[in-house]
């Protein structure tokens, strides 16, 4: 079974775990006010694995599947005998990354938590787009696809504006970061990545 499977099926049963249990929840909940009075660290992470219902678990499991698959596959290919454990690593440090903003944003603020794998998803769809920047990726407003290094760009706009301007209780800071964290990460570990990736834009190929 791949690692991206794997975090499929455990974040379903926690998510779903905790649907039916509101304990649950609210012990892995991310909750800036807590983790400053109580150190509770672990929830930059446990967070990542629960979600607000059936639709937001079933749309991020459903684009992990989607493009894990091919991120796993090339950290397999591009690190060989680490890429299983630097896979690991990009998701789980993702979530965690992508939550530091909002932490010290709302520290002090007793209402404010938040919960949902978006910000590793979005570090997997920016690593697969980091290597294949060609690849054409499909939305609502682009049904026919774009290539994957436009719909990047959009993305990060769409995320700074959303982020700035709206008040949709969607965590628009932790997309753009935890996308940002997953373009990165791979460059940093092998910055030839990124000739590679500017290559494949300049011939087309």
């Keep these: 079974m791949s690692i991206t499977i794997l975090i499929i099926v455990l974040t379903c049963i926690t998510s779903i775990a905790a649907f039916n ?17 109580k150190k509770d660290w672990f929830r930059f992470l446990s967070s990542g694995f629960l979600h607000s219902d059936w639709m937001h678990l079933f ?19 591009v690190f060989d005998n680490a890429g299983a ?20 944003k709302h ?28 690849n054409k990726i499909g939305i609502i407003f682009f049904p026919i696809g774009i290539p994957g290094f436009i719909f990047g760009i959009l993305y990060l706009l769409y995320s700074m504006y959303m982020a700035r301007n709206a008040n949709d209780n969607v965590g628009h ?18 910055p030839e990545l990124f000739m590679e990736f500017m290559q494949q834009i300049s011939y087309g190929r």
């Design 21 to 37: 249990n509101q304990n649950i929840k609210q012990q892995l909940i991310f909750s800036p006010y807590i983790i400053k009075r």
């Design 59 to 77: 749309f991020n499991m459903y684009v992990l599947f989607l493009f894990g698959k091919t991120t796993e596959a090339y950290f397999m290919r």
């Design 85 to 104: 454990t630097l896979y690991i690593l990009l998701y789980t440090i993702a979530i965690s990354l992508s939550e530091v903003y909002s932490y010290f």
């Design 107 to 134: 520290q002090d603020n007793q209402g404010y938590a938040s919960l949902g794998a978006s910000g590793a998803v979005s570090a997997v769809v920016f690593a697969s787009i980091l290597f294949q920047p060609l």
């Design 173 to 190: 800071n932790a997309h753009f970061y935890g996308a940002v964290f997953g373009f990165l990460f791979p460059i940093v570990l092998k």
